[in-house]
């Protein structure tokens, strides 16, 4: 590929220069997600609701519940549908009619995900085996598509769950999966911020951070507070 060619915006060679320098068109680094917004209860209708703005992307979820019968061979198991609907309204590139193919396909790996992630107890939906059970029927609705969707729905956020997952999730099993997610990080961020504190407050009494950390001098301070080593 020429050089004319290379320094057109969206060809394959001026990309993968632009990833090779880890800066996206937005100005965006390759592996920083974009600013995600959740808000609640944006629907009437539905059992549960939300918006997420993520970038320039919108999209509605709304979660209902209706009884059913359950499948043959999951007598007493609820069910779970995942509807995704790709519209005009969210990009000019979708035409109107029968679901594509991409609409298809979103649908089943945000169902997979969803399914095994075991944020719904699915036994917990069960009324009567083999007879009633229970189904949650999850609508997907992008009103502006701009690239995402899939991460949105499955994850809300790339870099793990907030507090706000425990407002919507429903299982304990998947709260409890969330809460140890996010005690494992406020640790995480906590040594790290502790390491950052006691390197400025040893370097500004003009000492040598790694003499400090010396078993010796961590024996004293453990002894001092009556902590056992």
């Known amino acids: 590929m020429n050089n004319k060619e290379s320094s057109i915006p969206n060809s394959a060679d ?37 918006k997420v703005t993520c970038g320039d992307t919108e999209i509605i979820i709304g979660v209902s519940l209706t009884v059913g019968t359950p499948f043959s061979d999951r007598p007493d198991e609820g069910a779970l549908m995942v509807s995704c609907e790709l519209l005009p309204i969210a990009h000019k590139s979708i035409e109107s009619g029968p679901p594509g193919i991409n609409a298809i396909e979103t649908s089943r790996v ?28 999850v609508d997907v609705i992008p009103i502006n598509h701009d690239g995402n969707i ?56 003009g000492l040598d951070t790694q003499n400090i950390i010396k078993n010796t001098y961590i024996s004293r301070v453990v002894k001092s507070l009556g902590l056992s080593s």
Do not use: M
């Open 14 to 50: 001026h990309l993968a220069r632009s990833l090779a320098a880890n800066i996206r068109y937005d100005g965006r680094k390759k592996d920083e997600f974009r600013d995600v917004k959740i808000e609640y209860d944006v629907s009437n209708t539905a059992d549960g609701s939300a």
């Open 110 to 137: 945000i169902d997979r995900g969803i399914r095994e992630s075991g944020a719904i107890d699915v036994k917990k939906l069960c009324i009567k085996e083999g007879e009633k059970v229970w189904i949650v029927n």
């Open 150 to 205: 899939i991460d949105i729905v499955t994850s809300t956020n790339s870099s793990g769950p907030s507090i706000d997952w425990l407002k919507i999730a429903k299982s304990s099993n998947a709260r409890n999966k969330i809460r140890a997610w996010l005690k494992k990080e406020n640790r995480s961020d906590s040594v790290d911020k502790g390491k950052d504190l006691l390197d400025k407050y040893v370097r500004k009494k």
